[in-house]
């Protein structure tokens, strides 16, 4: 049975709703499949969700829509990167990725890591309030991306710039806006000049990082060309931060809403991995991901037509009462938290391992450091997108920094 909602997407990318969507994907949950009065179609379930991620008939290429309204806004380039390719051009071009963002490399960043986050505490040590994402979400993650890719840091400013109005055009919330379409555009192709003068410069003189690492690698039979070696650069450069700034925040925000688990963190700060991954479930910093079907396919008893555009709704599987016990309730102790915070199958996110190292160590010491924090506005104002849903800026009191 076809079920018809009209404005269950257009609520969620409704600004208004961005502080609390979760009434709206409660909505969404009546049945597994909807489909909008425009064509789009929605899976909110997480059986549905959990299958769809790992079913080979479902493409990232939002190319191959029959929706032209679903095109996303290249924020790589000229050409899509990995993550929104099908195999097998998707799996050569992350297994370049992967064998140079080892294991190995995001366990030895731990104490550079460390050193960032005490340098970006101690420079408030005679503040007394912090704007979480400013003065220390957003430059821990950027500071390290940069470091590990081989991008100056000091040309921070102007893809800080870019990459604002990318995520903003990109939101497909943003689809009628015709000002925020162009300005994204604009920064992707300023953002793609930038990161193929730079990788000019790596071709020519090896250095540190791993761009040089995979320009220059001569076990490969095959390397990359310059065009996917930029679309690959600038994925790097911006998901490489901007998933971490969500988590950390979104942690942040939601400790500070129960003060009990945020003692129990400074008390016992082994438990935040798994507080961690409770995150990841509760207020993930990726809310949807947009698919399209390479055939007719049923779902949930719902025929999909080939090419249709399709919203996973990860957020709203993650509080399915049919896989979660009390799904509403933060619990940093729950057990077996099987969440799509990362998305999953075969484009789960490369860059989970470190976006987890950079927000456990980041968490713990905020726990530790902060005496007596508290949120000096709640809810707080949050981002444009709709799809990397965190807050703008994150106001935090505090009595002073203990060393």
């Known amino acids: 049975m076809m079920i018809q909602q009209k404005n269950l997407l257009d609520q969620v990318f409704d600004y208004a709703n961005r502080a609390n969507p979760y009434p709206i994907y409660e909505k969404m949950r009546?049945?597994?499949?909807?489909?909008?009065?425009?064509?789009?179609?929605?899976?909110?379930?997480?059986?549905?969700?959990?299958?769809?991620?790992?079913?080979?008939?479902?493409?990232?290429?939002?190319?191959?829509?029959?929706?032209?309204?679903?095109?996303?806004?290249?924020?790589?380039?000229?050409?899509?990167?990995?993550?929104?390719?099908?195999?097998?051009?998707?799996d050569w071009q992350r297994h370049q990725v992967i064998s140079k963002f080892t294991p190995e490399l995001i366990v030895g960043l731990r104490p550079r890591i460390e050193e960032?986050?005490?340098?970006?505490?101690?420079?408030?040590?005679?503040?007394?309030?912090?704007?979480?994402?400013?003065?220390?979400?957003?430059?821990?993650?950027?500071?390290?991306?940069?470091?590990?890719?081989?991008?100056?840091?000091?040309?921070?400013?102007?893809?800080?710039?870019?990459?604002d109005k990318l995520i903003r055009g990109f939101d497909v919330g943003q689809r009628g806006n015709p000002e925020a379409r162009k300005e994204a555009e604009?920064?992707?192709q300023q953002l793609h000049d930038y990161m193929g003068g730079l990788i000019s410069k790596v071709q020519q003189q090896p250095g540190p990082g791993l761009l040089s690492a995979i320009l220059h690698d001569e076990t490969q039979e095959k390397r990359m060309d310059k065009e996917v070696m930029i679309t690959t650069s600038v994925l790097l450069l911006v998901a490489g931060h901007e998933t971490t700034v969500n988590l950390i925040d979104n942690t942040m925000l939601t400790l500070l809403r129960n003060p009990q688990s945020l003692e129990k963190l400074r008390r016992e700060p082994a438990l935040i991995a798994n507080l961690l991954e409770e995150v990841l479930r509760y207020e993930p910093p990726v809310q949807f991901v947009p698919r399209t079907s390479l055939t007719e396919m049923t779902i949930a008893g719902v025929t999909i037509p080939k090419g249709a555009p399709i919203f996973l709704m990860l957020a709203a599987g993650n509080r399915d009462p049919k896989h979660f016990a009390h799904p509403d309730r933060f619990d940093p102790e729950r057990p077996n938290?099987?969440?799509?915070?990362?998305g999953g199958g075969?484009?789960?996110?490369?860059?989970?391992?470190?976006?987890?190292?950079?927000?456990?160590?980041?968490?713990?010491?905020?726990?530790?450091?902060?005496?007596?924090?508290?949120?000096?506005?709640?809810?707080?104002?949050?981002?444009?997108?709709?799809?990397?849903?965190?807050?703008?800026?994150?106001?935090?009191?505090?009595?002073?920094?203990v060393d």
């Open 30 to 90: 009546e049945h597994p499949v909807i489909v909008q009065d425009d064509g789009r179609y929605i899976v909110s379930s997480y059986a549905e969700i959990s299958a769809l991620l790992q079913d080979p008939r479902m493409s990232v290429d939002m190319r191959k829509s029959y929706s032209q309204t679903e095109h996303p806004i290249l924020i790589e380039g000229r050409e899509p990167s990995f993550v929104r390719l099908d195999p097998p051009e998707h």
């Open 116 to 163: 960032v986050v005490k340098g970006l505490l101690d420079a408030r040590r005679q503040e007394r309030e912090i704007d979480l994402v400013d003065n220390f979400a957003y430059p821990l993650p950027v500071t390290i991306i940069c470091e590990i890719l081989g991008v100056p840091r000091e040309d921070e400013p102007f893809f800080h710039a870019w990459t």
């Open 186 to 188: 604009q920064a992707s």
């Open 337 to 342: 938290i099987e969440h799509f915070g990362f």
């Open 346 to 401: 075969i484009h789960y996110c490369v860059g989970a391992p470190l976006a987890r190292l950079e927000a456990e160590i980041a968490v713990v010491e905020l726990a530790r450091r902060l005496q007596s924090p508290r949120l000096l506005q709640d809810p707080p104002p949050y981002r444009s997108s709709s799809l990397l849903r965190g807050p703008r800026h994150l106001l935090i009191g505090y009595d002073r920094l």
